[in-house]
């Protein structure tokens, strides 16, 4: 059965995030947002706001985050099991790693050096109960591994070669690991030409265990209702938004499971793709996309 290796130090898994930092997602979200509260030690929470946040802050803040909670999902005891590799590209009219700061050396890292390297922690306030039937603000460090960037074009077939590089270079050397899982998140069309090419040369590469998985998420600026985890692009009236479900991989069987358990109505023809996200449906579908249930 794909998708079913099991994860461990001596065979890890692979996580690879695409940030769109094209000059429109200086953006701003135009409705009731959600800004990330999270903490060392401090279970991540969602803090609800009707004052606009733009598309590259919210980017950095949930992918900081997950970064973050990938680090903590691997500590065990006073050690850190490496059970993944991380890398975060950035992309607007050129491509490079976001993680320079941290991993100068390779653009793709155990989550042990990332975690344990954040470049700066920046204080930010959670509301907790103050067991009276009230909320405490209380600020707690929040690390940061790259800070947001909007600027140029979208050089999505750029993006996407690079990718498929760094991937062909890693299953090589993780042949029978769970296959790598790649996130890429973006506001609008590329800039340098049609993707699909370029995605399915991606999506091509494989290990024993399956595939390299594709997801991707399109944020939108506008009031209009997001498509989340669709089995056909009959759904989608917008030709780019067609063209990105049929980039997208089939959602695999524990992704399916962790949809459900936020409430996404999921098939088994579902993709890994969602159209017109906003802030709190852009962090669940990076818990999806990373949900493992077989560390070891």
């Known amino acids: 059965m794909p998708y079913s290796a099991e994860i461990s130090r001596r065979q890890p898994s692979c996580f690879l995030f695409l940030i769109d930092q094209s000059g429109s997602m200086a953006d701003a979200f135009s409705r009731e947002t959600a800004t990330v509260g ?16 733009q598309k590259a802050q919210a980017v950095a803040d949930a992918v900081n985050r997950l970064l973050d909670s990938l680090g903590q999902r691997c500590v065990k005891g006073n050690e850190i099991y490496d059970y993944f590799d991380v890398g975060v590209i950035g992309y607007n009219s050129e491509v490079a790693s976001a993680l320079d700061n941290v991993i100068s050396d390779r653009p793709i890292a155990p989550i042990g050096k990332i975690y344990e390297n954040p470049t700066e922690l920046e204080k930010r306030a959670q509301q907790l109960p103050d067991g009276m039937g009230g909320l ?86 506008e009031y209009t209702q997001p498509v989340s985890f669709p089995n056909t692009a009959d759904v989608l ?52 996309g990373t949900r493992t249930d077989n560390l070891r």
């Open 136 to 221: 405490v603000e209380v600020y707690n460090d929040f690390p940061i591994w790259f800070k947001p960037v909007a600027s140029g074009g979208t050089a999505m077939c750029s993006v996407f070669a690079l990718a498929r590089i760094l991937l062909e270079e890693w299953i090589e050397k993780h042949p029978n690991s769970y296959p790598p899982t790649v996130i890429n998140i973006t506001d609008g069309e590329s800039t340098d030409g049609d993707p699909t090419e370029e995605a399915t040369n991606l999506k091509k590469l494989s290990t024993s265990d399956g595939s390299v998985l594709l997801y991707n998420i399109h944020l939108s600026a």
């Open 38 to 53: 999270t903490a060392r030690g401090v279970n991540a929470s969602l803090h609800k706001t009707n004052e606009s946040i």
């Open 237 to 288: 009236n917008d030709p780019y938004a067609r063209l990105m479900f049929e980039i997208s991989s089939p959602l695999p069987y524990a992704a399916q499971k962790a949809a459900e358990k936020e409430g996404y109505k999921i098939t088994p023809d579902s993709r890994a793709f969602m159209f017109n996200a906003d802030p709190v449906k852009l962090i669940q579908f990076l818990d999806i």
